[in-house]
């Protein structure tokens, strides 16, 4: 199993920025990508960045050029540094971890809330 603690959620003016913290722990070797989903009221969950085993990075369209994801693998942490936020960007941001061997599957954060609102 693994468990996945996000940190760094909050309320933001537009423009503002806010760095998301992913710690992950458990059978750590298992895991191969780690994200980030939002999801806003309303609206079905969506990609935002994932960061592969070898730092290869994904950035969905509203994500690229304001948002950078980042891997500290000696932490076991990921994270998303989120500039020039908009009030578009608000959602519950939600971390996950891929585990690609025996019965592939994704673990999941709690969710972290992320406001951005003047």
């Known amino acids: 199993q693994v468990q996945l603690v996000e940190s760094g959620g909050g309320l933001v003016q537009p423009g503002g920025s806010l760095r998301l913290s992913c710690a992950a722990s458990?059978?750590?070797?298992?895991?191969?990508?780690m994200g980030w989903y939002r999801q806003a009221p309303g609206k079905e969950r969506e990609l935002v960045a994932h960061?592969?085993?070898?730092?290869?990075?994904y950035y969905a369209d509203s994500a690229k050029g304001r948002f950078t994801i980042s891997r500290d693998n000696a932490k076991n942490t990921v994270y998303l540094q989120m500039n020039s936020l908009k009030p578009e960007d608000t959602a519950v941001y939600f971390c996950?971890?891929?585990?690609?061997?025996?019965?592939?599957?994704?673990?999941w954060g709690q969710g972290t809330q992320v406001t951005v609102s003047s």
């Open positions: 996950y971890a891929f585990a690609p061997l025996g019965a592939p599957r994704n673990y």
């Open positions: 458990g059978r750590i070797s298992s895991i191969s990508t």
């Open positions: 960061i592969t085993s070898g730092s290869t990075t």
